[in-house]
């Protein structure tokens, strides 16, 4: 069964004003973590509404092996709900009209680039 994603509309206009009062560590924080997987406050935090930060929730599940298990606290767990700041990225780039990077980021093998290269074009075009 393939899940549906929700998805809650958000203006550029709306990402720039978020994200421009963000402090930078703040930003890194999130948008340079490819392997947390952070509860919505985290976004919300950040002034992104519940209901758009919402669309971004999953569970995540742990699959036995090294790379793919999710631990807490050091210990594996099956599942975690939440968000990984990659989608959100991904969201917000496209928002933000930053096909290239899209583009780029795509082409990129692993969660750790594919972010890397989101974080930073985001960033500029939102605090130019």
């Known amino acids: 069964m393939e899940v549906e994603w929700k998805v809650v509309p958000i203006t550029k206009e709306e990402v720039i004003d978020i994200l421009s009062k963000v402090p930078p560590e703040q930003y ?12 919505p ?6 002034g992104f509404s519940e209901d758009w930060v919402s669309q971004f929730v999953r569970k995540h ?5 090294y790379k793919g298990n ?14 990984e700041s990659r989608d959100v990225a991904f969201r917000i780039a496209d928002v933000l ?9 795509l082409d990129k093998y692993g969660r750790g680039s594919q972010l890397e290269t989101l974080a930073y074009p985001i960033w500029r075009a939102v605090n130019k």
């Open 61 to 65: 599940k742990s699959d036995g092996t």
């Open 70 to 83: 999710i631990t807490v606290n050091g210990k594996v767990v099956k599942h975690l709900v939440g968000i």
């Open 41 to 46: 406050e985290a976004f919300t935090n950040m």
């Open 97 to 105: 009209g930053l096909e290239e990077a899209v583009d780029e980021a």
């Open 28 to 39: 890194r924080d999130k948008f340079m973590d490819a392997w947390s997987i952070f509860k």
